[in-house]
């Protein structure tokens, strides 16, 4: 299986750390930004996963998500918010988002759903 880059979005510096060592320790190299617009000076070749928290400072994540998902349609992304509401969800599911998890995150099941879209083939 090959790992690739993980952009982590977040602007909070306590779950965006948490997240970072985590997925280290699983294998994945990662980056961090804390504003829509730090990611996408961040994005590149090797990037090949995104995790976007809803409520950034300066754009929100699903605009962001739009963004990244024009510049790299194959990307793997996953929408994170501490509100979790249907309408959430389903908006960040039809911008093209892999999968959704509320705040806090569960680290387990979100290790799981990304291994098992590496294991589709999703990221390339």
């Given at each position: 299986m090959e790992w690739k880059t993980v952009l982590i979005v977040d602007d909070n510096l306590e779950s965006a750390i948490t997240l970072k060592e985590f997925l280290q320790a699983q294998?994945?190299?990662?980056?961090l930004a804390s504003s829509a617009k730090e990611a996408l000076g961040l994005i590149n070749e090797d990037v090949g996963v995104a995790v976007l928290d809803v409520d950034?400072?300066?754009?929100?994540?699903?605009?962001?998500?739009?963004?990244?998902?024009?510049?790299?349609?194959?990307?793997?992304?996953?929408?994170?918010?501490?509100?979790?509401?249907?309408?959430?969800?389903s908006r960040a599911l039809e911008l093209g988002a892999d999968f959704v998890f509320?705040?806090?995150?569960?680290?387990?099941?979100?290790?799981e759903e990304l291994k098992e879209?590496?294991?589709?083939?999703?990221?390339k």
């Open positions: 294998g994945f190299k990662c980056l950034l400072p300066d754009i929100d994540g699903f605009t962001l998500l739009k963004v990244l998902k024009g510049k790299k349609p194959d990307m793997i992304t996953a929408v994170i918010s501490a509100h979790s509401s249907w309408e959430n969800k509320a705040k806090p995150l569960n680290l387990s099941s979100f290790i879209k590496f294991k589709k083939g999703a990221a």
